[in-house]
């Protein structure tokens, strides 16, 4: 005969599991719900994204979730806005040597990759300042091995700059920031009195090359 306790002890441990279990499945319930609250909310706020961004298809592909984008397509797609750019500057370069040039030779950089303002003229090498302001100005030289070559950034008829290249420093880059004028003409030329030797070398090994642009 089992003491009256101990069935009293058996009874309520034998019932102390389904509650637990039930207040569990409550609990999780209950967070389920609000789980799924939120989850509405997210969606609304998304979409409202959505609606105010349909006029850019970056992002707006973006929060599509385009398993297929990667960083080159949403380059591509920078590209393709086609937003105006601003400003003043150019860029160009040598396509062959220039043969062994005398003194006072403008170089002429035939190649050009930008033109900004269209201010540089391929068939004369010079820069016709096309707004005054503060301009940054670089060109570099490439020489021979055991030949040299001096040459001068001029403005007008001001030598601004000017730098000096020989065989084991063969390619010499010089740089200038100068206030211009309107209508000034800026060039590179060889040295005024002391002719150099050789070719001015420019190919896919190094490239003798003209560039500026307007700082400010």
């Not at 989850?39 to 973006?62: A, D, F, H, K, W």
């Not at 500057?89 to 269209?118: C, K, W």
């Not at 060889?190 to 500026?212: D, L, M, V, Y």
Request: hydrophobic share 35%; proline share 4%; aromatic share 8%.
């Amino acid at each position: 005969m089992w003491p009256l306790f101990l069935i009293g002890l058996l009874v309520s441990g034998s019932l102390s599991v389904p509650l637990d279990l039930e207040s569990r499945l409550v609990d999780l319930e209950r967070k389920f719900e609000q789980q799924q609250l939120e989850n509405r909310r997210l969606q609304g706020e998304l979409t409202v994204i959505r609606n105010s961004n349909r006029g850019l298809p970056i992002y707006s592909s973006m929060l599509e979730g385009d398993s297929t984008d990667d960083s080159h397509n949403t380059d591509k797609r920078l590209l393709q806005q086609e937003l105006p750019v601003d400003g003043i500057g150019f860029y160009a370069y040598m396509s062959t040597d220039e043969p062994d040039p005398r003194g006072h030779h403008t170089l002429v950089y035939d190649i050009i990759q930008t033109n900004l303002g269209q201010g540089y003229n391929k068939n004369t090498g010079v820069f016709t300042v096309p707004k005054a302001g503060l301009y940054s100005l670089t060109w570099s030289t490439r020489v021979e091995c055991h030949l040299a070559h001096t040459t001068e950034l001029v403005i007008n008829d001001r030598i601004l700059g000017s730098t000096y290249a020989y065989c084991g420093y063969n390619t010499v880059t010089g740089h200038v920031v100068a206030t211009v004028s309107q209508g000034d003409v800026i060039f590179v030329r060889t040295h005024s009195t002391s002719p150099g030797q050789g070719a001015i070398k420019s190919n896919e090994f190094g490239r003798s090359a003209f560039s500026g642009f307007l700082i400010h």
